[in-house]
C-alpha cells in the first residue's frame, strides 16, 4: 500500500527544543519575579527541574502528560511560598505562549510546502506543542496530537493508532519521521508504520531493528520518497 500521510515528531525534529524550553522557563521566571516575586526568591529554574524529575519518579505517568507535570510542579512553589493557587493557570499561560515560539530547522518548511500537497501531514509529540498554533506551520497539518491528548506516551501504540483512526488510514500507509530511537522509529514501526530516523546529529544506530531510511535533513525525503520505502 502506497504512503498516504507522514507523521513528524516535533521536538528535534522539526525545531531545536532546548533552546525553545530555557526560553519559555526564563520568561516564566522574569514574570514571577515581577508579580510573585518569592517564588523566584526560594526556586531556582534548577531547583524547579529537580521537583519534576522527583514527580516523575513518583507518579511515571505523568510522562504522558507534561502539561500536567508542570502544572503540579508550580502548585508546589507557590504553595510553599503561600500564594494564592489562582495565579497557577496564568503561570501556565506564560510558560506555555513562550513555548510555542520556536524556530524550525532551515529544511523544514521548504519540505512541508512540497510534502503536504501530496500528502496528509500529522504531528505526533510526547511534548506539550500544538502544532496548529505555531503560525508558520500550522497550515500545513490536517491532524496535531500530544500524548497528553491519549494518556500514553511514544512509544505506547495509543498516539500511533489514534493518528490512524483521525487520518482515516491504515498503519502500512503512514510514515513516521522522528529524532528519537526508541519513541518515534521503533514505536512506529511496532505499530505497523514505515519509520525514518531524523538523525540530524549523525549518530550511529544502534537498535536491532532498523528503520526504513536514515536521513539528516528533510532536504533528503524526497530523494527517499522516490526510491520508496
Same mark, same amino acid.
Given at each position: 500500500?502506497?504512503?498516504?500521510?507522514?507523521?513528524?515528531?516535533?521536538? &528535534?525534529? $522539526?525545531?531545536?527544543?532546548?533552546?525553545?524550553?530555557?526560553? !519559555?522557563? #526564563?520568561?516564566?521566571?522574569?514574570?514571577?519575579?515581577?508579580?510573585?516575586? @518569592?517564588?523566584?526568591?526560594?526556586?531556582?529554574?534548577?531547583?524547579?527541574?529537580?521537583?519534576?524529575?522527583?514527580?516523575?519518579?513518583?507518579?511515571?505517568?505523568?510522562? !504522558? #502528560?507534561? %502539561?500536567? $507535570?508542570?502544572? *503540579?510542579?508550580?502548585?508546589?512553589?507557590?504553595?510553599?511560598?503561600?500564594?494564592?493557587?489562582?495565579?497557577?493557570?496564568?503561570?501556565?499561560?506564560?510558560?506555555?505562549?513562550?513555548?510555542?515560539?520556536?524556530?524550525?530547522? %532551515?529544511?523544514? *518548511?521548504?519540505?512541508?510546502?512540497?510534502?503536504?500537497?501530496?500528502?496528509?501531514?500529522?504531528?505526533?509529540?510526547?511534548?506539550?506543542?500544538?502544532?496548529?498554533?505555531? &503560525?508558520?506551520?500550522? @497550515?500545513?497539518?490536517?491532524?496535531?496530537?500530544?500524548?497528553?491528548?491519549?494518556?500514553?506516551?511514544?512509544? %505506547?501504540? !495509543?498516539?500511533?493508532?489514534?493518528?490512524?483512526?483521525?487520518?482515516?488510514?491504515?498503519?502500512?500507509?503512514?510514515?513516521?519521521?522522528?529524532?528519537?530511537? &526508541?519513541?518515534?522509529?521503533?514505536?512506529?514501526?511496532?505499530?505497523?508504520?514505515?519509520?525514518?530516523?531524523? #538523525?540530524?546529529?549523525?549518530? &550511529?544506530? #544502534?537498535?536491532?531493528?532498523?528503520?526504513? !531510511? *536514515?536521513?539528516?535533513?528533510?532536504?533528503?525525503?524526497?530523494?527517499?520518497?522516490?526510491?520508496?520505502?
Amino acid at each position: 500500500m502506497s504512503i498516504r500521510v507522514i507523521c513528524f515528531d516535533l521536538d &528535534d525534529t $522539526l525545531w531545536p527544543v532546548d533552546s525553545v524550553i530555557r526560553h !519559555a522557563e #526564563n520568561a516564566l521566571r522574569q514574570w514571577f519575579y515581577r508579580y510573585y516575586p @518569592r517564588i523566584p526568591q526560594n526556586f531556582s529554574i534548577s531547583d524547579m527541574q529537580a521537583m519534576r524529575q522527583e514527580l516523575l519518579r513518583e507518579q511515571p505517568e505523568l510522562y !504522558a #502528560n507534561l %502539561h500536567e $507535570l508542570r502544572r *503540579i510542579n508550580i502548585k508546589q512553589v507557590v504553595n510553599a511560598v503561600g500564594y494564592d493557587e489562582a495565579i497557577i493557570e496564568p503561570a501556565l499561560d506564560i510558560f506555555d505562549n513562550a513555548r510555542h515560539k520556536v524556530k524550525p530547522y %532551515h529544511d523544514v *518548511i521548504p519540505a512541508l510546502e512540497r510534502l503536504y500537497k501530496n500528502y496528509t501531514l500529522c504531528a505526533l509529540t510526547n511534548g506539550t506543542a500544538d502544532v496548529k498554533r505555531i &503560525d508558520k506551520l500550522a @497550515r500545513f497539518f490536517t491532524v496535531s496530537l500530544r500524548a497528553g491528548d491519549v494518556g500514553h506516551a511514544k512509544p %505506547h501504540p !495509543a498516539l500511533f493508532e489514534t493518528a490512524c483512526q483521525r487520518c482515516e488510514v491504515e498503519p502500512e500507509q503512514v510514515l513516521h519521521i522522528g529524532d528519537h530511537v &526508541d519513541s518515534d522509529v521503533l514505536g512506529a514501526l511496532q505499530a505497523g508504520m514505515h519509520a525514518i530516523w531524523m #538523525n540530524r546529529k549523525k549518530q &550511529d544506530w #544502534n537498535a536491532e531493528h532498523q528503520p526504513h !531510511a *536514515i536521513i539528516h535533513s528533510l532536504e533528503e525525503l524526497d530523494n527517499v520518497l522516490k526510491q520508496g520505502l
